[in-house]
């Protein structure tokens, strides 16, 4: 199959969305990371994003939408559930809630789950594509499952680390200005709780919250939302977390003051780190040397970053 770069004019948008209602998918981008785009409606769809990926398919979806009211026809919506959609969407922020049993949704998309992961993306491309569909998109990040997520239209068609050769079509916008995925919060019985950090720090959720997040350990072997598998986000070479100077051999990412043969951010800036976390990635994979990285504060975005970092660097 070969993989067509197409342009994010209206003419690039028709095209997309004439794919995506034959039951193709196509690689489309967000403020978060490109993701693999399939009508969340169709079984056939869906199963084709699995399988361009790889994907587990235990590892539930996340669903794409226009806008609310779209949103509301797909899962049920409480107070707290709205105060977060009113503060943070459009925006890197996707909930968990419970699914409508008619909701119309391919049962691979949730899982098997009685709720779904659902957003709506900030990007204005995503969001003409969406609202030209009409429909909700489940997509993923854009990778090979377990890989380094793509950033860039060139990750996603990369034949030997990305998708090119496997799916049909890239809607190319350049890069993703956030550059690690969406936050995922939930709910534990009334507790909103975290399920993965990620674009917008935790804090800001719980001051528009007015309480604490609950932040529960996972079972990598049975996922409640995407990107909880232990191993992911990693790429081929061995990769160590921490380091202060590079080994022999190794390949040093530096943060701040730690310099390196690449860098997340020489100033220490935890917004620049996170846009170039998964480019540093693919560059460092590149060099087929084994990667060290330096270490990033665990606060705000870094609670993303490290995490990314964590299962980067998990035995695979």
């Known amino acids: 199959m070969q993989t067509r770069l197409i342009s994010p004019d209206d003419q690039g948008i028709d095209e997309a969305c004439a794919l995506l209602a034959a039951g193709e998918v196509v690689a489309i981008p967000t403020e978060t990371v490109y993701g693999l785009a399939g009508d969340a409606r169709n079984p056939e769809a869906v199963a084709r994003i699995y399988a361009a990926k790889g994907r587990p398919s235990f590892n539930p979806l996340i669903v794409h939408v226009a806008d609310q009211d779209m949103a509301e026809r797909f899962a049920v919506f ?21 699914l409508r049993p008619d909701a119309g949704i391919a049962s691979l998309v949730s899982a098997g789950l009685d709720t779904v992961a659902i957003r709506m993306p900030a990007h204005p491309v995503a969001h003409r594509l969406l609202a030209a569909f009409g429909g909700p998109l489940a997509a993923p990040s854009a990778n090979p499952s377990g890989r380094i997520t793509a950033t860039t239209a060139a990750h996603v068609a990369d034949p030997a680390n990305g998708l090119g050769g496997r799916i049909p079509a890239i809607l190319d916008a350049g890069a993703c200005p956030v550059g690690v995925e969406s936050t995922i919060v939930g709910w534990s019985g009334s507790r909103p709780t975290l399920l993965r950090p990620g674009g917008i720090p935790a804090e800001a959720i719980e001051a528009a919250l007015g309480q604490r997040l609950l ?7 049975a996922p409640s939302a995407p990107g909880q598998l232990l191993s992911h986000y990693a790429p081929r070479a061995s990769l160590r977390l921490n380091a202060t100077a590079a080994e022999e051999g190794e390949v040093m990412i530096g943060f701040g003051k730690v310099s390196g043969d690449l860098t997340l951010s020489a100033g220490g800036d935890m917004v620049e780190a996170a846009a170039r976390l998964f480019e540093v990635l693919h560059q460092a994979d590149a060099m087929d040397r084994p990667i060290a990285v330096a270490p990033v504060p665990t606060t705000g975005l870094g609670a993303a970053i490290n995490d990314r970092l964590r299962r980067a660097a998990a035995p695979r």
Not at 80 to 85: D, I, M
Not at 215 to 221: A, G, I, L, V
């Open 78 to 98: 409480d107070s707290e559930a709205l105060v977060l959609t009113d503060a943070f969407w459009p925006g890197a922020l996707t909930l968990v809630l419970p």
């Open 215 to 221: 932040h529960p350990s996972h079972d990598p072997d």
